[in-house]
């Protein structure tokens, strides 16, 4: 079965200072993968996606992910956080034909002046 | 495009009465979702619809909980009756599912209804 996990719950960085959060992923197949990012009160986002196109891929807002199957991860970075980054952000995996997605448990991230 | 439209955007009711809450998918997507998220739970997916008809249900927490999709430009998801427990951000979500390999079934989300049940 296909699962996700956000390994940290919450992450707390200094603006201009880079910002990782990590992901680990669980699948019997070549997954597709997503991280979409949570506003206070707001609605979710879709950063970017893995379809099996570029390990690497690219977002919005600067942000980027690699997809590494050595490692069945999908880390989350930015070169350099900005206060407007601070939300809670989901990896999740996409199931095989049915439209589904799978989230993580969420990481929340703090940007510090 | 509009994107997912959610209506209302807030909810605040009293114990024991009825709460419908309304979705409108993006223009030509054929999946819809409806999640709660509460901090206690995180992000639940309640019930998702494949060309207007119910594919899982799984997710509905009891039977007080009903959805419908009459056609594909609109879905309710109902509580009768409503109880605190309930209270919870409502999202609902569109995609365009194929069937085929290597889809991306990207999901886009609305707003969101803060449901408030007294």
Redesign the interface.
Known sequence: AQSVTQLDSHVSVSEGTPVLLRCNYSSSY?P?L?W?VQHP??????LL?Y??AATLVKGINGFEAEFKKSETSFHLTKPSAHMSDAAEY?CVH????????I?G??TTLQVKP | DAG?IQSPRHEVTEMGQEVTLRCKPISGHN?L?WYRQTMMR??E?LI?F?NNVP??DSGMPEDRFSAKMPNASFSTLKIQPSEPRDSAVY?C?S?L?T??????????????T?LLVL
């Not at chain 1, 996409?94 to 997605?101: A, E, M, R, V, Y």
């Not at chain 2, 069937?99 to 990207?106: C, D, K, L």
């Open positions: 070549s597709s997503f979409y009160n707001k609605g979710l986002q879709l996606k379809t099996s989901f996409g199931s095989s034909n049915t439209g589904k997605l989230f448990q969420g | 997912v999946s979702f995180g992000l997916l998702y494949n594919i899982d999202f979500a995609s599912v069937g085929g390999a290597n889809q991306e079934e990207t999901q886009y989300f609305g707003p969101g803060r």
